[in-house]
């Protein structure tokens, strides 16, 4: 198996948090010192906390965790994303690309076990359902409770000469997304020590990264580091605009003991129907195609005339070319459709009386048109991550506000 399609294989498990991928790679540090705060710990500096989270190697524990998206994605479009937006994550599919990603909604409760690289379990509780992800060694199994569905596939990361990392099968966990945070801070980025914490009970210190330049939806991302052994027990990303965090993710309970060999044991049960997984998030092989993205932001949309390229290059835009204007938290990814394709082809086709419904109730999803010296179009808006569909066939796409995108689209050459 190529090293690219190891990498998307994993990936295809991530919680998607768009913000996390924006910034460069090294860090720029502000010396602060933690405020006077409940509980009382000794001051650090922020770059003395990110390197007592880089030393933690803590690789065995066990707990429960909440999940909170607010992304303020409209009903529709929330669909096309992910599946129910806000709904639950069981029922149908046992697939995980059809399960984890719904975590990019709504609420969940969660329970995570890990130890080491090849063994970890996240199970998402929904009512007296569940979905549960367990990696087993060479196994991946993901097993739907309502539907008595399972899914299972080889994991080739796994065996004699291939490096993992611990927790690369965690996704969900409040580790897994502040590693992604410290990977995206960079020169753009403002690190410091805020007020301490205790979050599942433990004492914790928190590091705020905030962006240096104007136009970030985002605020601020809050890290709750536990202060004995450096584990992130909590991520929370706030908007620039106030309100709720747009992800809150943390550990209401986590023990650092072993956890008991049999949690990541799983027998399909009797009468459930097992589905063997294919390498690369398609069932055909391919990415974009049957992943995702294809199942869901183009169902229903594909076999329009016009929608078929708007669809695919806006979700799955590995197919077309791809630019990315500015750095850091301002920075834009500009997407050209394959063919041209655009909204004038997309609302054509979707005026014509044998058009699906859900053509103009997608066109209606992406919001307002707007204009500027790019041409004319429309966009999409989330508290999070902000599109610009254009009639001529682009796609700009950000976490960054409106008025950032348009003036990044009409700056592009």
Not at 1 to 9: E, G, H, P, S, V
Not at 236 to 263: E, N, Y
């Amino acid at each position: 198996m190529a090293t690219n399609t190891k990498t998307r294989k994993a990936a295809r498990y991530a919680v998607p948090v768009a913000v996390f991928g924006v910034a460069a790679a090294t860090i720029a540090m502000v010396p602060a010192f933690a405020n006077a705060g409940n509980p009382d710990l000794p001051k650090v500096t922020a770059q003395q906390l990110i390197e007592k989270i880089a030393a933690s190697d803590v690789q065995q524990l066990s707990g429960s965790a909440k999940i909170s998206t607010d992304l303020g994605l409209p009903t529709l479009a929330g669909g096309l994303l992910g599946g129910r937006a806000g709904g639950g994550v069981t029922g149908g599919s046992a697939d995980p690309q059809d399960k984890v990603a719904q975590l990019a909604t709504g609420t969940h409760t969660v329970r995570v076990a890990a130890d080491g690289p090849d063994r970890q379990k996240l199970t998402v509780l929904d009512g007296k359902d569940e979905y549960s992800l367990t990696h087993n060694g060479q196994d991946v199994w993901g097993y739907d409770s309502k539907s008595n569905q399972v899914f299972h596939e080889k994991d080739g990361r796994t065996g004699p000469g291939v490096e993992r990392k611990a927790g690369e099968r965690m996704p969900a966990s409040p580790q897994e997304m502040a590693q992604q945070a410290l990977k995206a801070a960079g020169p753009t980025t403002d690190v410091s020590v805020g007020d301490t914490a205790q979050v599942a009970g433990r004492d914790a210190y928190q590091l705020v990264l905030k962006p240096k330049q104007a136009g970030s939806t985002v605020g601020s991302v809050q890290i709750a580091v536990d202060a004995k052994n450096g584990v992130p027990l909590r991520v929370q990303v706030l908007s620039s605009q106030g309100g709720k965090p747009i992800v809150d993710a943390g550990f209401t309970k986590v023990d650092f003991a072993k956890p008991a060999a049999d949690s990541f044991a799983f027998t399909p049960p009797k009468g459930a129907k097992v589905t063997e997984g294919a390498d690369g998030p398609g069932k055909d092989g391919k990415d974009g195609k049957d992943g995702v993205h294809g199942k869901e932001w183009g169902k229903g949309l594909e076999s329009i005339p016009g929608l078929d390229g708007l669809t695919g290059g806006a979700a799955g835009a590995g197919k077309g070319d791809v630019k990315v204007l500015g750095e850091g938290w301002a920075s834009v990814a500009q997407i050209s459709v394959p063919g041209g394709k655009g909204l004038k082809d997309a609302e054509s086709a979707a005026k014509d009386k044998n058009a699906p419904k859900e053509a103009k109730q997608f066109l209606d999803s992406l919001g307002d048109k707007v204009t500027g010296s790019f041409g004319s179009g429309r966009i999409f808006s989330t508290r999070l991550v902000n599109a610009l569909i254009t009639d001529d066939g682009k796609v700009y796409v950000g976490a960054v506000t409106k008025d950032a995108l348009v003036k990044t689209a009409n700056s592009a050459k």
